[in-house]
């Protein structure tokens, strides 16, 4: 059963911003600490650890720049969080990882914000990061890979998404279908 997003944007989407009369509670961390842990978890297929951190990090502060765009990329962010957190299945798990990655990528964009991304070779354990700092940085490349695992996902990557993706955006879709694609042979192999 899918939760439509909807419904879930107006939970999360408030409870991320720290836009009430309370203090913000007083966090060091960038608006970014512990992205790869809830990237790495989904990849795992593991509900509860994805649950748990995605969780730590809505409770964290957004980015606190605050141009035209921002409102809307901080809740899709917020949003996909919390869909990670109410998870039924490891492909609910892509598409919230999906979806909160292609609202970073929606604030950079907005705020020009650029990044000298150091990405490691693509390789088999890095392979889920690899494309969540992609849409992070609207950056879709996937290079070719020696890692015989990854050359479905390679090949996939390239053909068109699904049709039946309820109007959800097709780049989200294409990178959901590779997250699901990483936890599903891990919940198959043990
Ligand atoms: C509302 C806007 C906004 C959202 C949403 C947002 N960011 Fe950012 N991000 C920025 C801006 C602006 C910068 C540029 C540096 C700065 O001003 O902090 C930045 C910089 C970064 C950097 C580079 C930091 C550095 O030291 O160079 C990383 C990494 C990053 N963001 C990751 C993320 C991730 C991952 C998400 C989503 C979970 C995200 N951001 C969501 C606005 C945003
Ligand atoms: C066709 C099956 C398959 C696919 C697809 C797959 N994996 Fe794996 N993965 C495995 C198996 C089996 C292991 C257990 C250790 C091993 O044999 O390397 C593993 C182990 C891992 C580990 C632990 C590695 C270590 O060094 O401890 C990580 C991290 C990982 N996979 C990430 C990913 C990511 C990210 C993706 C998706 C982009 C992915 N895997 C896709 C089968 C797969």
Known sequence: MRTPWIAILVLVGVAGCQCG???AEVTVAPHYAGWEAVVDAVARGDRRDAA????????????????PGAEDANARVG??????????????????L????????????AA???????????????????VAWGLVWHDPRIPASEDE???????QWS????????????????????????ARCHSESG
């Open 21 to 23: 009369e309370q203090p």
């Open 52 to 67: 748990e951190r995605s969780r730590l990090m809505t409770e964290g502060e957004p980015s606190l720049w605050s141009g």
């Open 79 to 96: 949003a996909g969080l919390g869909f990670i957190a109410m998870a039924e299945d490891s492909e609910e798990l892509a598409d919230g």
């Open 98 to 109: 999906a979806s909160a990655a292609l609202g970073c990528g929606d604030c950079h964009a």
């Open 112 to 130: 020009g914000a650029t990044h000298e991304l150091e990405r490691p070779a693509l390789a088999h354990p890095t392979a889920a990061r690899w």
């Open 149 to 155: 695992r990854l050359q479905p996902l390679i090949q």
């Open 159 to 182: 053909e068109p998404v699904p049709k039946d993706t309820d109007g959800v955006d097709p780049q989200v879709a294409q990178a959901a279908r590779w997250f699901a694609a990483c």
